[in-house]
Structure formats: C-alpha cells, structure tokens
C-alpha cells in the first residue's frame, strides 16, 4: 500500500504523506497543503476531515464496533461501572482497586456545590430548559474555582469536581422545575445511585432509596454515551479547550452543542415524535410515509459514521426490555417504537441510505421507565459524556503539537467596493 497521495495541480505533483491508524484506517496528511501549493481544503460539516489522532475512542461504523481504549462497549456495559468507564476514557487504563477507591472518593468528597450557587437555580424561571441551567451553571464553576483559569490547570481536582458536580446540577434544576427543594448529595450512595437519589428524594416521603435494576440501567445508559470520538459536541469542547479556555467553559459549550435536536436533542426528539404518532391513532406506517415524502425526519435514525447498526441501540433495546420487565410496566410509544423499527429495516428507502436506529431511539424509553420526565433527557445525555468531553480535552491539553482550532474558508461575498453615504444609497430589488 502506498505511504504518499500525490496531487497534480497546476502543472506541478505534490506528494503528502499518508498517516495509519490502529485498525490500518487511512489519512492524507495535508498540513503543509497550504504552504507548499496555496491550496485549502472546503469540506463543510468535516464529511471527510480528521481533526486529531486520538487514542481515546474506536468506532468502526460499516462494523457496528465501539471500543473505549481498546475495550468492546459491550463488555463495558455489561462489566463495568460508569466510574470505572469514566476513569479509563480519562486517564487511559482500567482503574486498580486502589485506584478506583481513590477516584470515587474524589468524586464524592467534590459533590455538593457551593451554596452561594445553589441560590442561581431560583434565579431561572420555573419553565426554563435544564439544557440552559446546566450550560450556565457548569460556565459558572469557573468563577468559583478561580485556578481553572490558570493555563495549566489540567490537574484531576478539576476533573473529578466537574464529573461530580454535572450530577448534582442536573439533579437540583429538576428539583427546582418541580417546585421542590433540592436534596443534597449522600456519600453512601455510587455515582449513580446519589443521582437518583438527589432527583428523586422528596422531603415529606421516606427516604429514597435506589432500585439497584435502576442504578444498573442507569450506569449501562451513562457507559453507552461516554465517548464518541469527534461528534458535535466532543468537537466543540475541543474547539474552545484549544483557546485555552478552562475546562468549565470549554465543557458549557459542549452542553450547548449537545444540546440540539440532531444531536443529544434527539432523545427528546424520539419521545415527543413517539407521542404524536400514538396521538394521532397510532398508525407507524402512515408516519413513515411522510419520511420518505420528507416532510418529517425518523429522530434517532440515521448516523454520520454508523452505516450498519448502532451497537449502542441494540444493547438499549435489550435494556429497555428489561427494565419495563422488572418494573412491570407496559409502554406503548415502546410498542411504536419497534414497529417503526421494524417498517424502517424493511424499507427501500432506509435501506438505501443506510439509516438505522441511534443511541436515541430507545434511550428514552428507559428514561421515561424511571420516571424521568421527557424534557431532562438530553441532560442524562450531558451526563453521560462528560467523561468523553474531559478525555478529549486532557488529551489536547497534554499534546505538545496542539494548535489553536482556526479553520479557513472560501470567500464567496463581494470583492472589495467603495463606501456610500446613506442619502446616496438606493434600494436593490429583491
Ligand atoms: N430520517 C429520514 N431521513 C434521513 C434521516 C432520518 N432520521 N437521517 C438521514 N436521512 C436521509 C437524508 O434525508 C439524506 O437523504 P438524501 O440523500 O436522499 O438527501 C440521507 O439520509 C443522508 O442523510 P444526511 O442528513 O446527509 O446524513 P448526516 O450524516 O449529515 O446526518 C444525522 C446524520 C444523525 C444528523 C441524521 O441522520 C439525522 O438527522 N438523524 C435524526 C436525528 C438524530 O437521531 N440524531 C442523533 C444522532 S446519534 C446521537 C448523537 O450523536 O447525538
């Protein structure tokens, strides 16, 4: 296999190198492209544009492979904890006893928030988005810990503090929706648990205690959304990460990336299109119909990089199963949901375009089992990749060849015209 691209242009060859990843995937190096032929590349929405080499995560999407540091996501989230996952996105191995005990209880010891900010979430209207609360909130914890702001900075207190802290954000901007006040953190409970618990502990019933199939589910939930290697968001926390904001700002832009409905917006997307199709009579059929005269777009269907399945959504479809078992409860929009699944496999035109269920398609469906309400989903989406976003941003921060993110363009607008006054000026006809 050749190891150099040629490019002929303007009556000269150019040779670029040819860089190898791990599973032999193939990039021309085009970093000189500019100086040695004045040349830039145009690939709007990155289709075909490496932004890094990166250890972090594989994805293999013709395959359906997801590895985490060389780990199947499948033995992750059958094996692992969302801790234990989030301690080796981060820091590149599997956690030893010691290790693991030392990072959980790191993460513990920097759960509750300073209660000078607990007084913010009053601040925002009862209705307001929980996406808007934790953007702003998380962008606030830069002003708490002053040192974040020093470049070098990149040390595991900040780390751990913003791993835990997203979980007690998330669960007081929805005890402040409910009109509630909010429950602190309880250091005997696991990630996971302590999440539950501060959503759902209500102060005149008994003590909340976690329902170990939830606290499963919930971990197997978080360890599926860890990392995606460069996706919208995980792009976002580079992007501003490599200004060399501090790592609260940079992960506020990540939840406002994720934010959208074509990304982590998506879980949301799927439950409200679920309901609307229940509520208009239930006839799947009829709604896909409009797909394909695109008049509406199948939320969590389709990937940029999955062209077979996703091995996220297949692991969720078993878990929701599960979950509505345990719980002894029937879902219809579950029922719906299958059904549109199984209209779609069978279907010229998903065939064709090679769209298949997403991580949203049945993440909701879990959610909703736990009595999360639709509008937090995207929130438990944040949650869950926090740990990729700080993986990701430590892995730039320690290469000592990052750049500032500053891609170029081509100029399409008027070439250089003179200034008029206004009383000169005339109006152009649309
Ligand atoms: N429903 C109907 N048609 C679709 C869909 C869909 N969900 N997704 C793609 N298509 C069609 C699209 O219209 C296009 O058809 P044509 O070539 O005839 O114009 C073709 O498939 C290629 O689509 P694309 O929009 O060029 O693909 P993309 O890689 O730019 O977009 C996507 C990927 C995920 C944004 C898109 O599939 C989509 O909008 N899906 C629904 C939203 C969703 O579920 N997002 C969650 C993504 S997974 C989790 C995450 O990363 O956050």
């Known amino acids: ?41 145009l690939d709007s929405g990155f289709m075909n544009t490496g932004a890094t080499e990166s250890k972090i995560t594989f994805i293999n999407g013709e395959e359906g492979i997801l590895l985490y540091r060389g780990y199947p996501i499948e033995q992750l989230a059958e094996e692992s904890s969302f801790i234990e996952t989030s301690y080796l996105l981060i820091f590149g191995e599997l956690p030893t006893g010691k290790q693991f005990e030392q990072f959980s209880n790191l993460l513990t010891y920097h759960s509750m928030l300073h209660e000078d900010m607990r007084h913010f979430f009053d601040g925002f209207p009862s209705n307001a988005h929980p996406m808007a609360i934790l953007s702003s ?14 470049p070098d900075s990149h040390n595991i207190t900040h780390i751990a503090r913003l791993l835990s802290k997203l979980r007690t954000i998330a669960a007081f901007s929805y005890q402040k929706r409910q009109g509630r006040p909010v429950a602190y953190p309880k250091n005997s409970l696991d990630y996971c648990g302590n999440f539950l618990y501060m959503m759902f502990s209500h102060p005149a019933e008994p003590t909340y205690e976690p329902d170990p199939e939830l606290v499963k ?32 700002a940079a992960a506020s832009a990540g939840v406002s990336a994720l934010w959208g409905p074509l990304h982590g917006g998506a879980n949301q997307a799927v439950i409200e299109m679920l309901k609307e199709i229940r509520d208009d009579g239930g006839d799947p059929a009829l709604f896909m119909q409009q797909v394909k005269n695109r008049e509406r ?48 496999l069978s279907d010229e035109y998903f065939i064709e375009r090679k769209l298949y269920p997403n991580v949203d398609f049945y993440s909701g469906i879990i959610y909703r089992a736990m009595g999360i309400p639709t509008e937090m989903f995207t929130v438990l989406f944040a949650l869950g990749r926090i740990p990729g976003w700080i993986a990701h941003w430590k892995e730039m921060m320690e290469d000592p060849d990052v750049r500032i993110g500053r891609p170029r363009q081509v100029y399409t607008g008027e070439r250089r015209r003179e200034y008029t006054p206004r009383e000169s000026r005339r109006p152009s006809l649309p």
């Open 297 to 344: 777009r199948l939320m969590g269907f389709g990937h940029r990089v999955y062209k077979n399945f996703d091995p996220r959504a297949t692991i969720l479809k078993k878990y929701a199963d599960r979950l509505l078992n345990h719980l002894k409860i029937e879902d219809e929009l579950f029922d719906i949901a299958r059904q549109l699944e199984e209209v779609a």
């Open 217 to 248: 589910a919930l971990n197997v939930l978080f360890i599926l959304h860890a990392d995606h290697e460069q996706n919208c968001s995980t792009s976002t926390v580079r992007l501003v990460g490599s200004s060399q904001a501090n790592l609260y």
């Open 137 to 150: 909130m998380v962008s606030a914890l830069s002003a708490y810990y002053p040192d974040s702001i020093e």
């Open 1 to 41: 296999m050749s190891t150099k691209a040629k490019l002929d242009y303007d009556g000269t060859s150019y040779e670029m190198p040819i860089v190898e990843g791990s599973y032999a995937e193939r990039a021309v190096d085009i970093r000189s492209l500019r100086k040695d032929t004045g040349l830039i590349t």
